[in-house]
């Protein structure tokens, strides 16, 4: 019974779409390869005519003149030469059209379901990892596609026809051809068991080595300042490496196949030319049938010692096949609800009812979280590094789910609501911002495909980023690079800010918007967001306390727990955590550990 998990069923299912082609151009391979192995049979002939003249097989079909004879040979060669001709281009172009189609087929749907994975999903895989199954495993599927099945399927139709040619002419002498067959396939299938672990190690180490590289290249910066050129590049020799080892085991394995196999063919193709040779000196068979199987055992057997390759290229597909398939197979945890959620309908109003997480079990980032943010008004929280701020805003826009609580928004839990919808309802600003390698305007406009010029403008100009943008050597065109690298920090920060400001989203998350810029670049973000957030529900996540202090209501989380709440007024008067906090901000305070070494000093 066959493999359910085999990947090359698993690819089947996965074609249904394309089955239809699929057996036309394995039509197409077939008769390929049908006129292909009539030339052998027409020299038979042409020999048969020769030597028996007017007794020969044509004669049997009313042709007694033997020019005659040579003549409609002539005609015959011609028309199959041409099929076969006609046949090849036709499954060339089928097959390798076919190899296009799934190829960009698999690798789009691949990618889109990449997309519908969890965050934790890409926290557990390197980007070059996914990068090698996203390309270079989808590209050897294409190149076993592209000729590996045609060879396949022209291997089984010699020896399927030249079989019934053989004992058709001579069962006597048939067998021997055949003798290394069976040999052959069962050496064939030990190879695959054999070699396939090898090859899926292979797309594996290919998965490691990618992953250093896109790893190093993006940490390039990194790599410089601190001068470890020499170190990485021993550490990406050290991968590759292990990807060469992992390959030459495979090579050492599949280089052995054809020259056994030949070894196997030799003995067949002996016995035919022996046992064949003395039953026709005997006269037991005649000269024109011992041509056609001479050059029929040459046509069966010396294409199997290219099976070695073809198989080497099927397992090398299949390893990539399945783990293709095994990335589609991965289901996302995070769901959508049914409940719509037009944004024109969205209020803002959103509350945190006994929130719990934890990102690993046993270690709690969050703990019976109560935060209530009216709708229009700003909300900020704020706290020690690692306190569960940001987990806050991944909570609310679904990258994870609570793991006890609920979070609502209007009335609705989040987890009942259109996944689209309630993350296009929510703008988010974020600490870590992500331009994309395109000019200014692309990357202003990426909230709102189409966006007109004017209103990118106009966005830019609330941002406070319409001026440094005018100064750019191409303005609104000028590339800001892989990362918005050709940027400062600030920069960078304000093209965010206008990319929000376009979207015009009735919630706005501001997480760490000015954690890394300058007083003065400080001074003009907090300007435009004092702008933008005027009646929107707005969510800001500071550490800088001076950038919050106008907030509606700020929540102050201590070891995953709102420690206090209330006004900057309220806060401070309070005289408790976030007052500690201000005055170290201030300057009326020394942070702690300072104090102690002062202390210490003394």
């Known amino acids: 019974m066959p493999d359910p998990n085999h990947p090359l069923r698993r690819l089947w299912e996965y074609a249904a779409g394309h089955r239809r082609r699929i057996i036309t151009a394995t039509t197409f391979s077939i008769l390929n390869k049908t006129f292909d192995l009539a030339p052998p049979a027409l020299i038979g002939t042409a020999v048969d005519v020769v030597v028996r003249r007017e007794d020969s097989m044509l004669a049997g079909f009313g042709i007694k003149d033997t020019r005659h004879q040579l003549i409609v040979l002539a005609v015959l060669t011609f028309i199959i030469w041409a099929l076969e001709s006609l046949f090849e281009y036709l499954h060339s172009i089928w097959w390798r059209n076919l190899a296009q189609t799934v190829e960009h087929e698999l690798r789009v749907d691949a990618y889109a379901h990449t997309q519908t994975l969890d965050m934790r999903f890409f926290e557990d895989r390197s980007t070059g990892g996914l990068m090698a199954i996203l390309n270079d495993d989808i590209n050897q599927l294409e190149r076993f596609l592209d ?59 290919v998965g490691v080595l990618n992953g250093q590289l896109a790893n190093n290249l993006s940490g390039i910066a990194t790599i410089k300042s601190f001068t470890t050129e020499a170190r990485e590049v021993a550490r990406i ?112 109003v959103l509350k945190f009812d006994q929130v ?94 189409g966006a007109s010029l004017e209103d990118v403008v106009e966005a830019s100009t609330v941002a406070e980023a319409h001026e440094f943008i005018e100064r750019l050597p191409y303005g609104y065109n000028t590339i800001v690079g892989e990362r918005g690298q050709k940027l400062s920090g600030g920069q960078r ?8 400001v376009l979207a015009d989203p009735p919630i706005l998350i501001l997480d760490e918007a000015t954690s890394s810029v300058d007083n003065e670049t400080e001074a003009a973000i907090q300007r435009s967001l004092e702008r933008i957030s005027v009646d929107r529900t707005t969510i800001v996540i500071a550490h800088r306390l001076s950038t919050i202090r106008h907030a509606d209501r700020i929540y102050v989380l201590d070891a995953g727990q709102v420690a206090e709440q209330g006004t900057h007024e309220d806060l401070i008067e309070s005289d408790a955590l976030y007052a500690s906090l201000w005055k170290v901000q201030t300057g009326e305070a020394v942070p702690w550990h300072v104090s102690e070494l002062r202390g210490s000093e003394l």
Do not use: C
């Open 356 to 449: 719990d997480f934890a990102y690993v079990d046993g270690f709690p980032v969050l703990k019976s979280v109560d935060i209530a943010m009216p709708a229009g008004q700003t909300t900020a929280i704020v706290g020690a590094t690692g306190a569960g701020k940001s987990t806050i805003i991944k909570l609310l826009l679904r990258f994870y789910n609570p793991t006890g609580g609920s979070i609502l928004l209007d009335g609705h839990d989040v987890a009942d609501l259109d996944l689209a919808d309630l993350r296009r309802a929510i703008g988010l600003v974020s600490q870590d911002i992500f331009l994309f390698h395109g000019t200014v305007r692309e990357n202003i406009a990426y909230s709102r495909p």
């Open 147 to 205: 000729g590996g099945a045609n060879n396949l399927l022209q291997v089984v139709t010699t020896v399927v026809l030249v079989g019934a040619a053989f004992f058709g002419i001579a069962w006597q002498v048939a067998w021997m051809a055949f003798l290394p067959i069976p040999l052959i396939l069962w050496g064939s299938v030990k190879f695959q068991r054999r070699i396939a672990p090898r090859y899926a190690a292979v797309r594996s180490q």
């Open 493 to 500: 920060q304000r093209l965010s800010i206008a990319r929000a």
């Open 237 to 348: 020799e050290r991968e590759s490496d292990r990807y060469q080892t992992a390959n030459r085991l495979a090579i050492r394995l599949s280089s052995a196949f054809s020259p056994l196999i030949r070894i196997v063919i030799l003995v067949g193709f002996t016995a035919t030319l022996l046992v064949g040779g003395f039953r026709a000196l005997d006269g037991q068979l005649a000269v024109g049938a011992y041509s056609v199987m001479v050059f029929l055992t040459q046509r069966l057997l010396w294409p199997l010692t290219r099976l070695g390759e073809t198989f080497d290229l099927f397992q090398r597909a299949m390893a990539s096949t399945n783990r293709v398939l095994d990335l589609l197979a991965v289901r996302p945890t995070i769901t959508g609800g049914s409940t719509p959620l037009p944004r024109s309908t969205v209020a803002g």
